[in-house]
Every structure is written in structure tokens, then in C-alpha cells.
T-cell receptor, first 113, second 116 residues
Framework: DQQVKQNSPSLSVQEGRISILNCDYT??????FLWYKKYPAEGPTFLIS?????DKNEDGRFTVFLNKSAKHLSLHIVPSQPGDSAVYFC????????????FGTGTRLKVLA | EPEVTQTPSHQVTQMGQEVILRCVPI?????FYWYRQILGQKVEFLVS????????KSEIFDDQFSVERPDGSNFTLKIRSTKLEDSAMYFC??????????????FGAGSRLTVL
């Protein structure tokens, strides 16, 4: 039951360039989407969110784009920095009740100096 | 910055033993969650808790699991009789009231459970 998929298990990007991480989902009832960053032996750290009423949300170097018709979202990091190297998870939830987020499998980003 | 704290950071137990994982959510948060991540796999939802009762639970959260908020600050996950496949990193999370950050979960650093 893979409602949220991150098809690229890993991504390498040069420092200063753009990193684009992708996420696809199947449940059209999802209303909220979050991106988390995770370092080994630590909990996921919240990065940025977007609700289904928007198609873009920006916070500093991080921008999330949502394409509802394609059930696709992406996280852009510009410019990428070595400290951005981590595993990135997208997560999606319906708006009803508590926020039961379904996580993707993650993409390991490596930013090369 | 407010944080979610979890103890212990690592617990090793024998199969069949009971385990309690503890969490102190952010103080003004009202929604509480447990997630787990088996090594190499994705983060999976276990249970959500609001107003002193379970709101939702996944298929993983069977009768061997229970949650409790015993004293208004701690939020615990109990596994009654651990199995080898319960070995995982367990993450506690909390979020604020509806309309004010309710949709953003803040996670703790996790408790690694190893069942031998």
C-alpha cells in the first residue's frame, strides 16, 4: 500500500546547484503535504509544508511545488549546501481527524563540495 | 526552541519482555503520535492520540501495543510482549491545536528498540 512514493532513492548534486526531490501520491483525499529532513540517529526535522489549496510555498532556500492533477509534489533547494546532505521524506495526510501522515520511502541527498 | 524528548535512546530487550517507551511532547501541544521506522524502511504511522484517547491506529498497532498519557506531560508506548520484528526506531511526535500548527508534526530523536 504505497500511497506516497519517492522513486529516487538517492540524488547527488554539486554545491550551489539546485536539488529537486520528487514525490508522487495516489490518494486524492490528501490535503496536507510536508517535507522532512532526517540525519542518521535523529528524528525527522520539519522543513516546509503545503496545503492542497496552494500550488507553491517558499521558505528561504526551500520551495515546494504541488501539482494536484498529477498528484505530484517536489522540493527544490537552491542553492544546495553540503549541510543539506540527508534523507528527505515527503509525507501526506487527509484533513479529517488527526493528521495521520503517510511517509514516502525517502531520498538520500548528497551535496558535493 | 521547544522539542519533543524521548527516553530511552536505546533499549535492548529479550523477546517476550514488556517495553515502555517514554515521550515528553511539546507542552502546549494537544495531538500526540507514535511512528516507527524499521531499519532501511520508511517511517510508518502507529497511532495518534487526542483528548486522552486513541484517535486512529494502524494495522501494526495490535493488541500488543498500548499508549497512555499518565500524568499530563508524559506520553508512553507500551509493547506488552516484544517480538523480533518489533526491533525498530520508534518516534514520538506532537502537534498543536487545530488551525495553529496542528498539521505540522514535531518529532523526537527516537528510541531504538532491539529485541533479541
Amino acid at each position: 500500500d504505497q500511497q506516497v512514493k519517492q522513486n529516487s532513492p538517492s540524488l547527488s548534486v554539486q554545491e550551489g546547484r539546485i536539488s529537486i526531490l520528487n514525490c508522487d501520491y495516489t490518494n486524492s483525499m490528501f490535503d496536507y503535504f510536508l517535507w522532512y529532513k532526517k540525519y542518521p540517529a535523529e528524528g525527522p526535522t520539519f522543513l516546509i509544508s503545503i496545503s492542497s489549496i496552494k500550488d507553491k510555498n517558499e521558505d528561504g532556500r526551500f520551495t515546494v511545488f504541488l501539482n494536484k492533477s498529477a498528484k505530484h509534489l517536489s522540493l527544490h533547494i537552491v542553492p544546495s549546501q553540503p549541510g543539506d546532505s540527508a534523507v528527505y521524506f515527503c509525507a501526506a495526510s487527509e484533513a479529517s481527524g488527526t493528521y495521520k501522515y503517510i511517509f514516502g520511502t525517502g531520498t538520500r541527498l548528497k551535496v558535493l563540495a | 526552541e521547544p522539542e519533543v524528548t524521548q527516553t530511552p535512546s536505546h533499549q535492548v530487550t529479550q523477546m517476550g519482555q514488556e517495553v515502555i517507551l517514554r515521550c515528553v511532547p511539546i507542552s502546549n501541544h494537544l495531538y500526540f503520535y507514535w511512528y516507527r521506522q524499521i531499519l532501511g524502511q520508511k517511517v510508518e504511522f502507529l497511532v495518534s492520540f487526542y483528548n486522552n484517547e486513541i484517535s486512529e491506529k494502524s494495522e501494526i498497532f495490535d493488541d500488543q501495543f498500548s499508549v497512555e498519557r499518565p500524568d499530563g506531560s508524559n506520553f508512553t508506548l507500551k509493547i506488552r510482549s516484544t517480538k523480533l520484528e518489533d526491533s525498530a526506531m520508534y518516534f514520538c511526535a506532537s502537534s498543536g491545536d487545530r488551525g495553529v500548527g496542528a498539521n505540522v508534526l514535531t518529532f523526537g530523536a527516537g528510541s531504538r528498540l532491539t529485541v533479541l
